[in-house]
């Protein structure tokens, strides 16, 4: 770890404390940052973990916890008060096989002090499941619409909330879908106003910036 | 006019006359084209006409007609007996700026033989245009939906219909939307199930295979 | 499941009951979901099945029965009256690896009720094997044409034929071929009349769509 | 105009009035809906305008205007009561060619009722010129970050400010550029936080989500 | 001229004199090429020439030839005894509009000594026009396949024949078609044996690869 | 089997007997047509073949030959009567790591009765070697050029020899070389006349065209 | 120009003064700049200028210099003293058609104070043509390589030389080079070593860094 | 090994010795190949070695070492006298994960006798990182910048520095990075100046041009 440059300060700057991508992370150094992370903040948030990597932080921090579906790996120490979540966001997903990265935007939202609304698996193909939601994503100040294959749930989104929707192309699909890309290309070029997108998969990403946004909110542009 | 090979036993063969596609035509073959299948065949549809070859072809069959939006150029002899359009497909289009293709494919399919009813403007920002006109699509033996930008249109319809949809992505767009390939994608990468996709702008080609499944609907498949 | 949003009247809006893509399911999930649907609705069918999956689902339908080519998992309690296959479709391939693709076609349409004529292995490179084949295409209501490496199948078929052809690009070939991308765009890009694309190795597109036309041409659009 | 379903409701229901993108329209077309909304609701703004649509424009609102660099054409009646711009958002560009974009999203911000501050020809290649705007950045609720070529000032911002970055790659640049496709990629492969990206040169998207921003921030979510 | 190393020596060590790709050479360039060529060498040939450069040359050279479908630009004095033409190589093309590359190919073999035949609107979405023609084709040493859009001929001539086929993606076609890249891509991809391609509209260099092959088998190898 | 059409009258079209693809081929498969051809013709020859496959058919022909460096898996009984090998080609890599291509072209090339001669290693970027080589090169009757990477070797070839160069990109390199993609680009594009392209890793396709060649140069065209 | 942020310090910093890249700047705002940069630096280089922008320039500065084939417009105030040109780097190019890139290359470098050999048309595909010229490039400290079509030249130069070689694609070709993506990916992909590639058609750039490494080269890396 | 072509006169000709592309190699010829330049040489250096590899070499090469971070695997006798660092260069690095490249770059360096300054994890989202670095960087004769993702590191360093700064891109990323395409594309757009780019991941190419580099500073061009 001494090349690495573990940023305790980041929490000042930005408002966020930092968050391991334990994806291709080196065993030893993954331990090592999660304990240094946890004696220092008394908590942790990894995404993209692996079980094996779940399994190897649990020797050193009995108390964390992964989440199969997410992939998130947290450990919050009991000495943390729980923070109490504000405004709302809500998470959009088009199918069921795009719930691990909705999880991952909701769960980082979450970790950063965002209240949550899942509305999962009302893609355009049935285009009632999302219109009878509409009540709910109204109620957010921003919404996060995670889409694999066309990804054109965002569009639809778009043409129907008030409030900025963060766009998350995922990889499902195949053939054509070219690993996300084509979604990824969809949303770019949405005819919808409202609407900016992340990388495929960055479900993260997401749950950062609409914690911005509700921060924005709800603060009063205070945060 | 030596090396082509007029085909003028296809119709018999598929059941289509032959069509001029007149872009790119040097004039005094395409003045040609026009006058020889006039005389034989007492009609001729010609696609992607420029104003200029309108008055070229004019020079020698001044009934002919060109309009400017679909950019078709037809001509057809007072002896020919006007033919009753039969069935019922409907075009659809997400923007105003998609009408050109959509109207290449309307004129098309009429001038096959096959009822249109237009559905124009009703992309998928505004869902609501697009819900307003449901019992128009399903009235129809076929739904061709032309749509450029991110072309979630195709999608939205496809799980709104019983019959085939034929999707036309366009190159209208800019940026991320290299020319259309990216509403091809989306289109190629449905969720929707009964889409199948035909090239970028190919207006004739949807009108040419809306009228095949009109036909086969009508007919009873006895065409 | 509690996500996910089952959808049990969709075979009264579309005419067609909801169909299972396995690959990637969970696998609780996706036993829950097959015994859901077979307890339900007497049969459920899901394509792109591995024998793990095929295994896990027979512990709790014990006739379910799996198809190692077309990879397809197929449960029919003995309840359930036999369909009678109406109409006729053509399902064609250019080589015999393309056949698992044109099996997931073939047993799609079947399982919702349309006759099949599978005439496989008769690639342009060979044009008389096709050639020999006239008559049998010529007598389906659509044509599915399903090829991989260069994907030249489609245009030939589209030749020889006045019905409907839906051409299935496959992965099938190596280097330059771009995992299906190049059979893609020769499809998109044909120059024959007729032909419309679905994506990579959807065999279970095509045969929707097959259906879709089958029965517009058999119950003269009164389906 | 038979066609085209001006959205004159659109207002009440995104808090957004209509705003026409010139580009591609017909002359009479523009003309007959600059006029027909001008009538309606006394002001109408339009972007990616020509000179030549300019002086149509012209013709029957005699006193639109047209800004050159923006290309952008706003018409304003004297019956409406100038709106007070609120909040604050910065807009942002790398170099000078990137202003015309920039502009785009800042007089778009402006009619949309946000206070704008510019902070441009601030590109990575010279550091020192964005870090002496840092205080600029951190003052405002939305960053709008304009950049072509490799577009990496939307990272930079993205690690000094607390707020939501909208990135805006452009088509400035040449060669391996591909008209914008790699400053697309730069932004949306960030490793920075809170960054998310609208389509090449889409200026007027990022104005529209920078408002939506700068009003939840300013409202405290009551808009 | 300073920069330029004409090759007047090539004939001797290819068996081919240096050939002058007119398209982007400035004109007081290529005037003096031609006159420095056609002093010394007797003939010279220009591809890829415009109108305006043939007047040009004109000016020096009274007799020279254009051909406005192969943009062909040719300058032979009456002291060049003609060479009489041996073998035969075949040129085909799947339309009208890809004869301008066909005719390229065609002459360019032509002055380079090979007998050639042209089969010349066969494309197979009418197969019966190929199959008609494959007793020349088999007469040939080699075929040159010329074919834009999807480019399928290729594949379908070499199943039909026993000798190297030189397939040449064209440009025509439009949408997906990627300037050729399609065409190109099939080719690659072909399913026949005996087919290589060469760069899109590249109808010199199959000319000279089919008069390399076309001596081979007329001189037995001593060429 | 029964959907394969094995074609046992190829030799008497083409000249050429059936060869098989193995990669991907089901086990059984392999088996039934190795023996079936076996049986028929006294010898198979199969590309991509896997170690597993070799076994696989060893155990019903257990005189057949595996070449690890190929991966060609060939069958020969003793009653075939050896074929002399006639003409001359050459076969040439730009480094070790192309070898396995380049064997495959040259034992598919000795298979089908052509003589060969090997140069590898002479890559462009130690031109001495390449240089050194010139006159093995000049005697044959066609060179196969096998080179990844950057795939230059093929443009100085082509420069150095009369006969037509068979240019055979592979997949050897990483990064941008796109799984051989940069490497067929290169020799698609080359600026050196001569020379056509088969797809990435197609030994098996180039040593069957330089067969062609090598017979017309051998036979006078009379095969 | 209050945008714009004229860098007078930049020299002082790099040891580079700024460059115009003329390309597309409004005309009022490149007169100011070169009017600007006169007065304060006495010299002042533009590169990408078009003839239009001389005539504009030369209204100001009416000794200033348009050179047609590298589109470089310079003024240099008689003011200035001659810079000596100190050390030597070699300027290659692959045909005619790349001179104005390497002029560009050569020019900038001059400008800079670099002394430059220039070696053009020595393109791979007569190899003969480059070995010539070995002992020249040995003698420089670095080579700029500057080819279009498929850029094979920079590998070849890169075995040929110890000192680094700053490879730069042109544009030039037709086809799939893909305005110069495949020289691009040539040069990236190159088996030589020593070899690093700026963007397509970038002289500049590349006359830029030749500059630097030859003032390492030059000043003992104490420039 | 009797195809390959070692080359043990490369240092006199290039100065610099062979080194070993280890990934991939048959595990005879590796150990052959190590054997063999260790007796000749006594020192050997391989890239991108597996820990595999390193225990088979080791059998013949007791005292060979393996890095397992840049998977250099590097033999020298004791009888090699240890030659000095000279000069000095700086590696850069955006994070963490871009370490392996990185050291494979330092690595090479310092084999062929480079003195290497570290600087590693200062990405541009945290541009302080960096900016405590310069004068560091200012001490170099050269600076290669490795970054994953967006690649945007080499722009800043480049408008920090006067000498010239090799950008390595890196595959570090995921979605939309394309495998490092993404940071290729930003890096060979640069807008700074002074930048040239390797292939992605080829820190062995970026160290080798950097010793290039560095020995023409320290030799005053005299190497």
Request: hydrophobic content about 40%; aromatic content about 8%; overall charge negative.
């Amino acid at each position: 770890m001494d090349f690495a440059k573990l940023d305790f300060d980041r929490k000042n700057r930005t408002g966020f404390p930092e968050v391991i991508f334990c994806q291709g992370k080196p065993d030893d150094f993954l331990v090592d940052i999660y304990k240094k992370m946890y004696d220092t903040q008394g908590q942790v948030l990894g995404t993209r973990a692996s079980e094996h990597q779940y399994e190897l932080v649990k020797t050193v921090i009995p108390n964390v916890c992964y989440d199969k579906i997410s992939r998130i790996l947290k450990a919050t120490s009991e000495d943390v008060i729980p923070q109490e979540l504000i405004g709302e966001i809500a998470v959009v997903t088009a199918g069921t096989a795009d719930i691990p990265v909705a999880e991952e935007a909701a769960q980082t939202a979450e970790y950063f002090g965002t209240k949550v609304n899942r509305v999962y698996d009302v893609g355009v193909s049935g285009i009632h499941r999302l219109l009878d939601n509409v009540d709910t994503l109204n109620g957010a100040n921003c919404v996060v619409a995670v889409a694999g294959m066309e990804g054109a749930l965002a569009s639809v989104v778009g043409g129907l909330v008030k409030v900025p929707v963060i766009a998350v192309p995922t990889s499902v699909g195949y053939g054509a879908n070219m690993g996300g890309i084509s979604a990824l290309l969809t949303m770019i070029n949405s005819c919808a106003n409202g609407i900016s997108v992340v990388n495929i998969d960055n479900g993260y990403g997401a749950g950062y910036i609409a914690t911005q946004i509700n921060r924005l909110a709800t603060f009063h542009g205070e945060n």
